[in-house]
């Protein structure tokens, strides 16, 4: 699977079951603007789907699911305005749609849902613990943070946290993953991330707020993701990672910091 350099992603920072199996990663591109394929084949169908979900960032009622074969695998990419049509083929690397704000997607950073593709994690390649981010975007409920001594593992780029990457929407999805490493601890910004959750994957372990979380998920969590309710409390943070780039920080806070300031992450707990 070919990812741009500059293109943010994330595993585990969406309540939705498929991520929280470990099935699916949300991917951006550079400019956070256009979807470019990660990988070739036939656009097989194309499904554009009404929904009632609630979110107020949201500027279209609808979302667009993708089916793509490549290579006798079945791929669906949900989240993306295509430019193409069914039974075209398309090429690694092509822009082939304009990522959507759907009820599903607005207030999270912008990016195409995949599932069907097969994950791995990389070891820690450099870690150190993040302090220091740079404000690059301010809007009217939040504001995004570009961290800036970052840990690395493989072509991924994250804050270093417990050990490794830190990848999580917390206290709203109420469980991330630590990718890389980890220490053992589960802590960020003073606050805690909760408990382990032991995966049978290599480089890779999840934490839940609650005891019990993600075995439960589609029993629990689901319906208040599906009604898009905080599952343990109103939205504060959604990391993400970098490929070769920065990783992110969105705060879900309206900003006291200026686009273009360097700030201490410890000052977001200010906000809290």
Not at 121 to 128: L, Q
Not at 207 to 231: D, M
Request: charged fraction near 25%; include cysteine; charge should be positive.
């Amino acid at each position: 699977m070919k990812i741009l350099k500059g293109s943010l992603l994330s595993f585990f920072s969406s309540g939705f079951p498929s991520h929280v199996k470990i099935k699916a990663i949300d991917l951006s591109s550079p400019d956070q603007e256009d979807f470019y394929s990660p990988f070739s084949g036939i656009i097989e169908k194309i499904e554009k789907v009404k929904i009632g979900r609630p979110n107020k960032y949201t500027k279209i009622d609808y979302d667009v699911v993708m089916y793509i074969n490549s290579n006798g695998k079945r791929i669906k990419v949900l989240h993306v305005e295509p430019y193409l049509e069914e039974g075209n083929e398309i090429k690694e690397g092509e822009k082939i749609g304009k990522f959507l704000e759907s009820p599903y997607t607005a207030g999270d950073f912008k990016h195409a849902h995949i599932e069907g593709i097969r994950i791995k994690f990389p070891s820690i390649k450099r870690y150190r613990s993040s302090s220091v981010a740079q404000v690059v975007n301010v809007e009217k409920d939040y504001f995004d943070v570009r961290v800036l001594d970052y840990s690395e593992a493989g072509n991924y780029y994250g804050v270093g946290c417990c050990g490794g990457l830190l990848n999580t929407s917390f206290p709203y999805a109420c469980y991330g993953g630590i990718i890389g490493d980890w220490d053992g601890s589960l802590s960020f910004l003073d606050f805690s991330l909760g408990y382990p959750y032991k995966v049978k994957r290599k480089n890779l372990i999840m934490f839940e707020g609650k005891k019990g979380l993600i075995r439960n998920w589609e029993f629990i969590a689901s319906f208040k993701v599906l009604s898009n309710k905080p599952i343990c409390g109103t939205s504060f943070i959604e990391v993400v990672l970098g490929y070769n780039t920065p990783p992110m920080i969105r705060v879900f806070r309206k900003s006291i910091f200026k686009e273009g300031e360097e700030i201490k992450l410890e000052d977001l707990k200010k906000m809290v």
